[in-house]
């Protein structure tokens, strides 16, 4: 049964910055082939923020590109999302996520659902 946790989450003031991390318990499908990170509001459909895949590539949902940084450590089954220059706009339940099938969200096909979820940390920003 894979597993994953997060961490890191929290409230902020505009401007600053958090580090979410996800550790994977039991995740191998196809050596770890796409992992990332999604968020949602309330009343609002889960979108995608950030994913990365086997090879290291990543890519990242527009509103986010030049603030935030995935990265993994998958000696440790970890993966990360640095958060920086945070706007009230980025308060939201993250979800860290991994794909079951060879058809992933890397590469910013956000439509393609993981397989796996997280329970999800919540990220407050205040103006």
């Known amino acids: 049964q894979v597993q994953l946790v997060e961490s890191g989450g929290g409230s902020v003031q505009a401007g600053g910055s958090l580090r979410l991390s996800c550790t994977a318990s039991?995740?191998?499908?196809?050596?770890?082939?796409?992992m990332g990170w999604f968020r949602q509001t309330p009343g609002k459909e889960r979108e995608g923020v950030a994913a990365?895949?086997?090879?290291?590539?990543?890519s990242y949902t527009d509103s986010v590109k030049g603030r935030f940084t995935i990265s993994q450590d998958s000696a440790k089954n970890k993966l990360f999302l640095q958060m920086n220059t945070l706007k009230p706009e980025d308060t939201a339940m993250y979800y860290c996520a991994a794909a079951s099938s060879s058809s992933t969200f890397c590469g910013g096909n956000w439509s393609v659902r993981p397989g796996y979820w997280g329970q999800g940390t919540q990220v407050t920003v205040s103006s």
């Open positions: 990365i895949d086997r090879g290291g590539r990543t």
């Open positions: 039991r995740y191998t499908y196809n050596s770890r082939l796409c």
